[in-house]
C-alpha cells in the first residue's frame, strides 16, 4: 500500500511516495503547475501510476491551530482529488517547510539552489509525519 503526501504550492507542489509496504518515505519530485485542476490531474496520474492507495495532504494551519486561505486552497484540492477517485486525508503541516529550510541548510544546500528540493523535503516530511501516526 503505497501512501503519497502532498506539499501543494501555488507555484510548486513536493510530492513523496512511500515505498510499497507503506513503511518509509523513498521517492520525492516537484510538480509545477498553477492551475489547480491541471495539478489534480497530474497528482491523480502520478499516484495511478505508482499504485498509492492514499493521498495525504498538507493542511496549511496558523501556529494558533486556526486556518486561513491556504488551508481553504488546499481542501479545493482535496475535494478535487476525491472527484479523480482518490482517498484524501488533511495533514497538519505547520513548520514543514521551516523544517525543510533548516534540514538544507544544515546539509550544506544554499537557499536559490534549493528551491525546488525545498517544497520535495516538505512533502516526505508530510509523509514521515503521517506513516508514524499509523504505527
Given at each position: 500500500m503505497r501512501i503519497m503526501a502532498i506539499d501543494y504550492g501555488d507555484a510548486r507542489t513536493g510530492v513523496a511516495v512511500s515505498d510499497a509496504l507503506g513503511l518509509l518515505a523513498g521517492e520525492t519530485f516537484v510538480i509545477k503547475q498553477w492551475d489547480a485542476a491541471l495539478l489534480a490531474d497530474e497528482l491523480a496520474d502520478q499516484a495511478r501510476r505508482r499504485d498509492v492507495s492514499t493521498l495525504v495532504l498538507g493542511l496549511p494551519r496558523?501556529?494558533?491551530?486556526?486556518?486561513g486561505p491556504r488551508a481553504e486552497k488546499s481542501r479545493a484540492l482535496?475535494?478535487?482529488l476525491e472527484q479523480r477517485g482518490f482517498s484524501v486525508?488533511?495533514?497538519?503541516?505547520?513548520r514543514t517547510t521551516v523544517d525543510a529550510h533548516?534540514?538544507?541548510?544544515?546539509?550544506?544546500?544554499?537557499?536559490k539552489k534549493h528551491r525546488?528540493?525545498?517544497d520535495a523535503v516538505a512533502?516526505?516530511?508530510?509523509?514521515e509525519?503521517?506513516?508514524g501516526s499509523l504505527k
Open positions: 496558523n501556529m494558533d491551530g486556526t486556518e482535496k475535494a478535487l486525508v488533511l495533514w497538519d503541516e505547520r533548516r534540514i538544507l541548510r544544515e546539509n550544506g544546500k544554499r537557499e525546488d528540493t525545498v512533502a516526505a516530511l508530510i509523509l509525519g503521517y506513516l
